[in-house]
């Protein structure tokens, strides 16, 4: 994949998933800074002054982090943020060097957040266990519906869950290795989220993650050239 | 600038560390004068299909929970005026109790595995809604 490809394609997703955050701030008629959002947003989505949408989301990105005294939704509106600022150095920085590492600075996060996230549970006794996932599953305020709380009774599940969950994070960084890999990591990570989504209603993690993916997918293709 | 940075800085070079451990859980609890506490949790007994796809695109409430879950972890954090305005508010517009009403409101945290017994009430108020 091309870098203009990735960077656009990041864009498009990008634009998709601030559309579906700041519409549900909308409804709940939280206008500012959602709608200065959502005009970057429908800008870039429509490729239309991108660099300058790029801008005003970045700045867009302060005001709410400033309104809500950090992020609204954790870990998804911290990926919004770097995502936007990645692309907006990308439009930005003078040379395709500089540009290009933007790019590879978002691919190298999205890599992290997978193995950071698998090592810190690999080394928990309990994760190991499964008893930290049963924990989740019965005791957090994650849990979607009373149904989904109930499968902390359903002790093997919860153990393999634990564990294909750390597997999957853990060896998520060799698959930049083999061009066939990487896409069935993404596509394994895409279920993983959207097992969240369904599981524990963290639904906005979904698009923000996805929305890196493309900057992956040119990463490894620039990797596996040099 | 330094406030924008604080902000800013842990989402350009995050931790990334998600669910490293099930620590105590917070409980948002709502009644009116007298009445039998009631959790604030938006959780159904069981979704239809149709629900838990609409949810992949349309999830306000829940997320707004989470936010008020937020609010409460801050506040435990760090229990300064601004974070139990910032609580308080957002619980009472949270609840669908009338407009005007007088309501009690408490945070507690629960231990897991405890089933509710080793918990800590950790703010309670009369707060009226707006």
């Known amino acids: ?103 590879a600075y978002l691919a190298v996060q999205l890599v992290l957040s997978y193995v950071v996230s698998g090592w810190i549970k690999v080394k928990n006794a309990q994760w190991r266990s499964g008893q930290a996932l049963a924990e989740v599953f019965s005791h957090s305020i994650y849990p979607r519906s009373r149904r989904v709380q109930n499968l902390h009774k359903r002790p093997k599940l919860v153990f393999w869950g634990a564990w294909s969950v750390m597997l999957l994070e853990l060896i998520f960084p060799l698959t930049l290795f083999w061009h066939g890999a990487l896409f069935v990591a993404l596509a394994l990570a895409f279920c993983f989220h959207m097992a969240n989504a369904i599981l524990f209603g963290l639904n906005r993690f979904v698009w923000a993650w996805v929305s890196a993916y493309p900057a992956l997918i040119w990463f490894q293709s620039r990797l596996l050239t040099l | 600038m330094l406030r924008v940075l604080s902000l800013l800085l842990p989402a350009l070079i995050p931790s990334w560390r998600f669910f490293k451990e ?79 009403s007088w309501v009690e409101l408490r945070l507690r945290f629960v231990e897991p595995g405890s089933q509710g017994a080793g918990q800590a009430i950790l703010f309670e108020t009369m707060a009226q809604v707006p």
């Open chain 2, 22 to 100: 099930v620590g105590p859980s917070p409980r948002i609890e709502l009644r009116g004068a007298g009445g039998i506490w009631q959790d604030l949790t938006p959780r159904t007994g069981q979704r239809s299909f149709a629900q838990v796809l609409l949810h992949l695109l349309w999830n306000p409430v829940w997320n707004e929970y989470l936010y008020l879950v937020t609010c409460s972890e801050r506040l435990a954090a760090d229990p300064s005026p601004e974070a139990q305005a910032a609580f308080i508010a957002r619980a009472l517009a949270f609840s669908d109790v009338k407009s005007g």
């Open chain 1, 1 to 103: 994949m091309s870098f203009e490809t990735a960077l656009r394609l990041c864009e498009i997703l990008l634009a998709a998933a601030l559309i579906q955050r700041n519409l549900e701030h909308l409804a709940r008629k939280e206008l500012w800074p959602h709608l200065a959002l959502m005009l970057g947003a429908v800008l870039l989505l429509m490729d239309l002054a991108a660099p300058l949408a790029l801008l005003l989301l970045f700045a867009g990105h302060i005001w709410h982090l400033h309104a809500y005294n950090g992020p609204y939704n954790g870990g998804s509106d911290k990926m919004l943020v770097l995502v936007t600022t990645c692309l907006c150095l990308a439009h930005w920085l003078p040379g395709q060097g500089a540009q290009e590492l933007a790019l």
